[in-house]
């Protein structure tokens, strides 16, 4: 075996993580989800809102905010959900989320804001300071930059996954919007011929495109880029094999080990790799520092990605069978070890 190389990048961040509390906990939850993500190196996670109830309301997100507080094994941070019905708390929202997610497009969960009342709303309402998220393909991301420029404030596009897309993003960049983006390693590491090939669990949105998709994608990944966000979708495997199949696939656990690869290949710098994971991340979403705090991972390991020993509680990645290089070793939170040598080293449990 050859040995080990150890380099310490800083905590890592994931601006795009489903944990499903409340109401969808036998697929994640804040403990479960947070074990995921220490085991991929993420120190701060930021929280989607489509749960059931969707955190539209004070009442919804203080008692996860609790919870969370209570048993996650990393920082978490929430997003404020959009809804027609709640308009009146986006500013009481707004003080204890790092931004409002809205969702212009259809995907899983019960939230959905596709007319322009409840558009116009969010943006009037929402502080300036605090980035508008938002869930858009193909020409609804057009809508967003619209909104971004008309109202002239930051507006952050989640998993970017098609050429054109990323194109039309450089542009609004190359003009001076406010506009920043994610790309995530679903869209960068498969195809539609892996959709094919996965079946269900090969079924996110957006969905997986063609490689001159891929390739848009990485060609951008040094300029346009901001952030890698793994969309950590959890759904278990019987939901997924069955009738009527969610969309969404897990990614807390993958997310380093595919990039450090593409590092160990030549295909990024691991500077831009920590600008994309750590730093930019951090920078968008004004997330708290964390002192001495760090991930050690070993560059020479070399191992296959598969379904066993995962900690999400949903047990699948679709990116069974994929050879890596690059692998966590330790992790470190505010001068305490939580992770090393594949354990949650933690004085947390579950009670
Ligand atoms: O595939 C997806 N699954 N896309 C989303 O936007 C939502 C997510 C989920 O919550 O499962
Ligand atoms: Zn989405
Ligand atoms: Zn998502």
Same mark, same amino acid.
């Given at each position: 075996?050859?040995?080990?190389?150890?380099?310490?990048?800083?905590?890592?961040?994931?601006?795009? =993580?489903?944990? !499903?509390?409340?109401?969808?906990? $036998?697929?994640?939850?804040?403990?479960?989800?947070?074990?995921?993500?220490?085991? @991929?190196?993420?120190?701060?996670?930021?929280?989607?809102? /489509?749960?059931?109830?969707?955190? =539209?309301?004070?009442?919804?997100?203080?008692?996860?905010?609790?919870?969370?507080?209570?048993?996650?094994?990393?920082?978490?941070?929430?997003?404020?959900?959009?809804?027609?019905?709640?308009?009146?708390?986006?500013?009481?929202?707004?003080?204890?989320?790092?931004?409002?997610?809205?969702?212009?497009?259809?995907?899983?969960?019960? +939230?959905?804001?596709?007319? +322009?009342?409840?558009?116009?709303?969010?943006?009037?309402?929402?502080?300036?300071?605090?980035?508008?998220?938002?869930?858009?393909?193909?020409?609804?991301?057009?809508?967003?930059?619209?909104?971004?420029?008309?109202?002239?404030?930051? =507006?952050?596009?989640?998993?970017?996954?098609?050429?054109?897309?990323?194109?039309?993003?450089?542009?609004?960049?190359? /003009?001076?919007?406010?506009?920043?983006?994610? =790309?995530?390693?679903?869209?960068?590491?498969?195809?539609?011929?892996?959709?094919? !090939?996965? @079946?269900?669990?090969?079924?996110?949105?957006?969905?997986?495109?063609?490689?001159?998709?891929?390739?848009?994608?990485?060609?951008?990944?040094?300029?346009?880029?901001?952030?890698?966000?793994?969309?950590?979708?959890?759904?278990?495997?019987?939901?997924?094999?069955?009738?009527?199949?969610?969309?969404?696939?897990?990614?807390?656990?993958?997310?380093?080990?595919?990039?450090?690869?593409?590092?160990?290949?030549?295909?990024?710098?691991?500077?831009?790799?920590?600008?994309?994971?750590?730093?930019?991340?951090?920078?968008?979403?004004?997330?708290?520092?964390?002192?001495?705090?760090?991930?050690?991972?070993?560059? /020479?390991? !070399?191992?296959?990605?598969?379904?066993? /020993?995962?900690?999400?509680?949903? @047990?699948?990645?679709?990116?069974?069978?994929?050879?890596?290089?690059?692998?966590? $070793?330790?992790?470190? +939170?505010?001068?305490?070890?939580?992770?090393?040598?594949?354990?949650?080293?933690?004085? !947390?449990?579950?009670?």
């Amino acid at each position: 075996m050859a040995s080990k190389t150890l380099v310490r990048l800083p905590g890592l961040a994931d601006v795009h =993580v489903h944990l !499903r509390v409340p109401g969808g906990e $036998h697929k994640e939850d804040f403990f479960t989800g947070t074990a995921a993500a220490v085991a @991929g190196g993420f120190t701060t996670v930021l929280a989607m809102p /489509n749960t059931t109830p969707p955190l =539209v309301t004070c009442e919804a997100l203080h008692a996860v905010q609790q919870q969370a507080q209570m048993v996650a094994l990393c920082d978490v941070h929430f997003y404020a959900g959009a809804s027609p019905d709640h308009l009146d708390e986006l500013p009481l929202l707004a003080q204890d989320t790092v931004g409002l997610k809205l969702y212009a497009d259809q995907t899983y969960g019960p +939230l959905r804001v596709d007319d +322009l009342a409840t558009l116009l709303s969010c943006f009037q309402q929402w502080p300036r300071t605090k980035p508008i998220a938002m869930h858009a393909e193909g020409r609804t991301i057009a809508v967003g930059i619209g909104l971004a420029a008309a109202f002239g404030r930051p =507006v952050h596009f989640c998993h970017v996954s098609r050429a054109d897309e990323i194109a039309l993003i450089a542009q609004a960049k190359a /003009n001076g919007l406010p506009v920043t983006c994610e =790309v995530t390693p679903h869209h960068l590491f498969l195809t539609e011929a892996d959709a094919a !090939r996965l @079946g269900p669990l090969g079924d996110m949105r957006p969905r997986l495109a063609t490689q001159a998709d891929v390739d848009a994608l990485w060609a951008h990944l040094d300029t346009t880029v901001d952030c890698i966000a793994t969309d950590h979708a959890p759904h278990t495997l019987a939901e997924k094999r069955g009738p009527e199949a969610p969309p969404g696939v897990p990614g807390l656990e993958t997310a380093l080990p595919l990039m450090l690869t593409a590092v160990a290949e030549g295909r990024l710098s691991m500077e831009r790799l920590v600008a994309l994971m750590a730093h930019t991340p951090r920078r968008i979403f004004g997330l708290p520092e964390q002192p001495e705090t760090w991930v050690e991972v070993d560059l /020479n390991a !070399r191992y296959t990605l598969s379904d066993a /020993n995962l900690r999400t509680k949903c @047990g699948w990645t679709p990116f069974t069978g994929i050879p890596v290089q690059g692998k966590v $070793h330790r992790v470190q +939170l505010r001068g305490q070890i939580i992770f090393e040598d594949g354990l949650i080293v933690s004085e !947390r449990t579950r009670f």
